[in-house]
């Protein structure tokens, strides 16, 4: 592993509004927590009106803080069409965890554009990589909150992180507002257990 420079590499995808960011802080919080250096990057387009939002975040990392092509050792994708947009920083050995459910862009309400199907892109995406793909959104429902989506997916993530599972937990406790707390603990517990 001499060639790569960080322990965990991990790139977000999201479209505005589904929590990239708070995932995002989660995990490098955690790390930090646990002596790690951690890079991160944030890019996004309209993320306030549904755009597309993208976080690197590399864990034991004392160099830049951009994931390189092919860099990623996941890609955690908050939406189905937010993981063929940024396949290409993912490791030929890497792994995707999705959430199946689709947000709209206008371009497609409107009907300018036309979606893909959900299993057409999962389809694609299993012709190279290993994938995980799941209703994040529906999980979260199940737990109480379709908000907590984004932790859905952290529990997910948490089986590859370098990272303890209860510094996780401790971090969604901490930033999630109070009375979400049993929720998104939930929430973290459900999603973690569609890895293991």
Do not use: W
Not at 19 to 25: K, P, Q, R, Y
């Amino acid at each position: 592993m001499s060639s790569k420079a960080s322990e965990f590499d991990l790139v977000i995808s999201g479209v505005g509004g589904q929590g990239t960011i708070l995932a995002s802080d989660i995990i490098g919080r955690s790390a930090v927590l646990e002596g790690k250096g951690v890079r991160a990057a944030e890019t996004h387009g309209m993320a306030q009106r549904g755009g597309s939002v993208v976080n690197h975040v590399r864990i034991g990392c004392e160099v830049g803080s951009m994931i390189p092509l092919k860099g990623a050792d996941c890609l955690l994708a908050l939406e189905p069409v937010e993981a063929l947009r940024y396949i290409q920083y993912l490791a030929d050995d890497g792994v995707i965890i999705m959430n199946t459910e689709s947000v709209y862009p206008v371009t497609v309400t409107t009907g300018k554009a036309t979606y893909p199907s959900v299993d057409s892109i999962v389809e694609k995406l299993k012709e190279t990589h290993r994938v995980i793909a799941f209703n994040a959104t529906e999980m979260a429902a199940n737990a109480g909150s379709r908000q907590a989506m984004n932790v859905v997916l952290v529990g997910a993530v948490s089986n590859f992180l370098p990272i303890k599972t209860e510094t996780l937990l401790e971090r969604v406790k901490e930033m999630v507002p109070p009375k979400t707390i049993d929720t998104n603990v939930k929430a973290f517990e459900m999603g973690r257990s569609m890895v293991e």
